[in-house]
């Protein structure tokens, strides 16, 4: 079919979706060209026998070894409710003075470094000690919760507080503000608690005990059974926190989380000592003595720049690659599967099992997800790419689907795919790319992680130069992964503005 | 079917859409002793209704006394042949008026050509639509999108979107109540140029007497008023609004 001609027209044309398809556009150009210099190829000869070994160890669970099981699912739990209680206190206090902008730095570098490196930093500290556990997830989660707590603070209505003699001081904070923003505050802070519970499973694979330390033996030995089972547990905890996750309950758990696994640790004072004085320090700094300032300066630009060279650049350009490649894929996957969670497409008993896929797959950490990929077809740029667009989609799409309930349809309107595409897409997009630049952060932030898995990313090289003992390289790569994620933040964000998207905090 | 080339009908403003000679007495709608309900409460009692090819009916009422259920219900008994233009416009704010009106016709396509369509328009209903929208006065801004358009602006392209829908019967809630009286005369008599079966509900008695040969009035869900435009008192009309 030809196009018709320029029709006559006397002003421009004004178009609320321009803006839109512009960044759409560009983001897809962007991860397009991300895939010419991605390595997606397949090792492993036939993925066949051990997709099938893995099925028959999902339909024969083995749960023989209940203690096992049990001591690392309270494990876990007990990680994820120290770390989020010691983290919403923390990050209610920073949000107190988030209108400070050093503040909100703080907060916005805490959170750039990933509760995993925080687990290595702290396991050269504390060892493998619960308050390594408890320190990895507080510390970055109280930087998120300060950010989301600071702006629904932001975000409330300033009538009831603009009609008080004094609307500044604490009196007025908690008669007006507080109240006003509580219920999305808990909200979150809940939604944070099954982030936690995800977060938790996955310091297992750098030595916690937690459910991830056995999945992560189970998987890595081929005894599918066992890994089937601590998997069955995995989504039975998630899955039934609304259930079990009540506020009067609340202190009752955190007690008991604190008796059973309290947050001790062999300190060494020493040890803690050497860390920061000795072991961060860059090396070419540590041989005093010998040489004079410019020497010394001089041999900090070389191991600089060779780390740049061997390390960083290799690092932070694989990261940027892989993550945009998987934002792509999270957009395609959340544009697929959104119907599943719409009453605009599905009848309600339909529509709840396709939620329940959704919960499911979001339920599986990207990391394990990226974990099982990993050995399916050898170390390529691809499973990890899958496990983010398989998390990231999910959650995206259970939320988008939940917003479309809010769109009412006229009685005409068409059914199929033209309703898919004339009357939800075009009203969702909008909330659709809030949310996916929402996400970018964080799938930015996990692509990094991922490299612990043995793909080239940054996580990679920071794993390694743990393992080597250097620590001033693991920090200076540790410091690169947490500017990468920062500058994403701060794209997004302008992006978000600039768009009109919705900045208030979602639960996601 | 009445209609043999709906396009060629649709967009002919100088002869009425049906050309096809009409049966004495063919009822479009009829309906004996019906309630309608409206979210579980009843809205209408006990209604008989008949309504003929080539009527022009205006409903007229407060609101609330059940049009809109009414008309609902009428669209509901002939999905596939009424032209549907309801009070809440639906339209999609962030689609150009150009694809607003031509999901009026989306039923006519295959889903692969209409998403073309939302791509990259197509020339020829493109040239529809444009004749349609100058047609309506909106030819100027049809690829604005439809939320950046002005009130009286974005009901025309609800209009436009009944009208490609190319059916034969109109059913219209309140469709020019943002327009003023010139303009709405202007557009009501496009729409009855179209259709050959029309049910409107009115706010605007003088616009009813106007364009309808036939005057409903309701009042708390009963018909109280059944006449041709020309049998009807200002008097009778006023009794309908106490």
């Known amino acids: 079919m030809s196009v018709c001609g320029p029709i006559k027209r006397h002003q421009p044309v004004r178009s609320s979706a321009a803006g839109l398809r512009q960044v759409s556009l560009w983001l897809v150009l962007l991860s397009l060209l991300c895939l010419f210099a991605a390595d997606l190829d397949i090792r492993s000869a036939d993925p066949s026998l051990e997709l099938s070994r893995i099925g028959l160890g999902l339909l024969s669970p083995n749960f023989w070894s209940i203690s096992e099981i049990s001591s690392s699912a309270f494990n876990t739990l007990a990680f994820a409710l120290q770390g989020v209680a010691l983290a919403s206190i923390a990050g209610f206090l920073l949000a107190l003075g988030y209108r400070f902008f050093w503040l909100r730095a703080f907060c916005a570098f805490i959170r750039s470094i990933h509760e995993l490196f925080w687990a290595l930093i702290f396991i050269q500290l504390f060892g493998l000690s619960p308050l390594t556990g408890l320190l990895a997830i507080a510390i970055p989660y109280a930087g998120t919760l300060a950010k989301i707590y600071g702006e629904l603070f932001e975000e409330t209505d300033p009538a009831p507080r603009q009609n008080l003699l004094t609307s500044k001081g604490l009196s007025a904070f908690f008669y007006t503000t507080l109240p006003l923003a509580w219920q999305p505050l808990t909200q979150y802070t809940s939604y944070r608690f099954e982030c936690a519970i995800r977060s938790s499973i996955v310091l297992g694979f750098v030595g916690l005990p937690t459910l991830g330390f056995h999945l992560e033996t189970a998987l890595g030995e081929g005894h599918y059974e066992d890994a089937a089972a601590l998997l069955y547990v995995l989504l039975a905890l998630v899955v039934s926190i609304r259930w079990w996750l009540k506020k009067a309950l609340l202190p009752i758990y955190l007690v008991a989380a604190i008796i059973y696994l309290p947050p001790s640790a062999h300190i060494s004072w020493d040890n803690i000592a050497r860390f920061f004085c000795e072991d961060i320090i860059p090396a070419p700094l540590r041989q005093t003595g010998e040489l004079n300032v410019w020497q010394q300066i001089n041999s900090l630009g070389v191991w600089f720049e060779y780390l740049w060279r061997q390390q960083i650049w290799p690092g932070l350009s694989s990261t940027i690659v892989l993550s945009q490649i998987a934002l792509l894929l999270t957009a395609l996957l959340t544009l697929v599967l959104f119907p599943l969670n719409s009453k605009l497409f599905f009848t309600p008993s339909k529509r709840s099992l396709g939620d329940g896929l959704l919960i499911i797959a979001r339920t599986l950490p990207e990391y394990l997800l990226a974990f099982i990929g990993l050995l399916l077809i050898g170390p390529s740029m691809l499973p990890a790419i899958a496990a983010l667009a398989i998390h990231n989609g999910a959650i995206i799409a259970h939320l988008l689907g939940r917003f479309s309930d809010g769109i009412i349809l006229r009685d005409d309107a068409p059914h199929g795919i033209n309703r898919y595409f004339f009357e939800v897409l075009p009203r969702v997009y909008r909330q659709f790319l809030a949310f996916l630049l929402y996400r970018w952060e964080v799938i930015m932030r996990e692509t990094a992680i991922l490299g612990m898995l043995g793909i080239g990313t940054l996580g990679f090289y920071i794993d390694s130069a743990f393992e080597e003992f250097r620590f001033d390289r693991a920090m200076l790569l540790i410091l690169c992964a947490a500017l990468l994620n920062m500058g994403a933040d701060f794209t997004a964000r302008t992006l978000r503005r600039r768009l009109h998207l919705k900045t208030t905090p979602e639960t996601i | ?242």
């Open chain 2, 1 to 242: 079917m009445a209609k043999s080339s709906p396009l060629a009908d649709a967009l002919n403003l100088t002869e009425k859409s049906t050309s096809a000679p009409e049966p004495a007495a063919e009822p479009v709608f009829e309906l004996t002793n019906t309630d309608l309900f409206y979210e579980g409460r009843r809205i209408i009692q006990d209604l008989s209704l008949r309504i003929e090819r080539g009527e022009r009916v205006a409903l007229v009422g407060q609101s609330g006394s059940g049009k809109s259920t009414l008309l609902k219900h009428l669209r509901s008994l002939t999905p596939a042949q009424a032209a549907w233009c309801p009070q809440h416009s639906g339209l999609v704010p962030m689609l150009s008026g150009y694809h607003n009106i031509f999901m009026g016709g989306l039923e006519r396509h295959s889903g692969f050509y209409n998403l073309c369509n939302l791509l990259k328009p197509f020339a020829q209903p493109k040239a529809e639509i444009q004749r349609l929208a100058d047609q309506l006065e909106i030819g100027q801004v049809l690829l604005n999108s439809v939320d950046r358009l002005s009130g009286g602006q974005q009901q025309r392209v609800a209009i436009g979107r009944a009208l490609y829908q190319q059916r034969s019967i109109f059913l219209g809630d309140e469709p020019v109540s943002a327009l003023d009286d010139f303009q709405a005369d202007k557009l009501l008599s496009l729409v009855t140029h179209k259709h050959d079966t029309l049910v409107l509900a009115l706010h605007d008695t003088d616009q009813a007497l106007k364009v309808c040969t036939r005057i409903i009035g309701l009042k708390r869900g009963r018909v109280v008023l059944d006449a041709p435009s020309g049998q009807v008192s200002p008097q009778q009309l006023h009794e309908l609004y106490r």
